[in-house]
């Protein structure tokens, strides 16, 4: 098995856990509340703009011109094309672009991008690969499965058939084929620990759209 297998055998549970949830379900047979979505759209847009920090730094890490040139590559023109779609969505949810300007992030968005954050800045290229990974990989096989099944909703559908592009599944296996490059090279514990912070970033993957199904707010 490659280091990607092993990381994607070693969540798996994760992965039944997000397709069983009832914003991924909603998304194709029709029920997921629109104000739910929207809530989704407007956090996801403010989380990207972290997530495009963290890949940039993730760039600068990189022991190869290549991999540089990649996350970097990513940070820019994948995060950006992703932003587009936003701006596609949201006067169609009925939200206008000052009021998701005006948004702060969720308890669980700014959790989420601070691990990011935390882990891309303080630790190692592998470690920095193997936290964003989830972000691209996840999105990616969610994509394709809500693909085979479809929506009612054009609006679900569009999101839909962004991740399940076969120019995004494009993006996602180069990510892929750097981290196996990336864990080759590691020791049993240097291992071990990028696989903690994929199985956290995981976590927060579901975390997140459950936040938005819940429309999660701070409390005070």
Not at 12 to 40: K, N, R, S, V, W
Request: charged share 20%; with cysteine; glycine share 4%.
């Amino acid at each position: 098995m490659t280091f990607t297998d092993e990381l994607w055998a070693a969540n798996a549970d994760i992965y039944a856990a997000i397709l069983a949830h009832p914003f991924i379900t909603g998304l194709t047979d029709g029920t997921l509340p629109e104000a739910a979505f929207a809530h989704y759209i407007v956090q996801d847009e403010i989380y990207l703009r972290d997530y495009a920090r963290s890949l940039a730094v993730v760039a600068t890490r990189a022991p190869s011109a290549e991999a540089m040139q990649m996350f970097a590559r990513h940070a820019a023109d994948a995060v950006a094309a992703e932003l587009e779609l936003h701006c596609a969505l949201l006067p169609e949810l009925g939200i206008s672009p000052e009021v998701a300007a005006a948004a702060e992030p969720t308890p669980v968005n700014l959790a989420y991008t601070s691990y990011l954050l935390a882990t891309t800045l303080g630790g190692t290229y592998a470690e920095g690969v193997g936290v964003v990974l989830p972000c691209y990989w996840i999105y990616w096989e969610v994509g394709k499965e809500l693909l085979r099944r479809g929506s009612p909703d054009p609006r679900f559908q569009r999101w839909i058939d962004t991740y399940a592009a076969e120019e995004f599944g494009d993006v996602v296996r180069a990510v892929l084929s750097e981290a196996d490059k990336a864990g080759s090279v590691l020791l049993p514990a240097e291992r071990a620990k990028v696989a903690r912070h994929y199985r956290m970033t995981s976590r927060y993957e579901w975390l997140f759209w459950d936040s938005a199904y819940r429309m999660e707010t701070w409390p005070v």
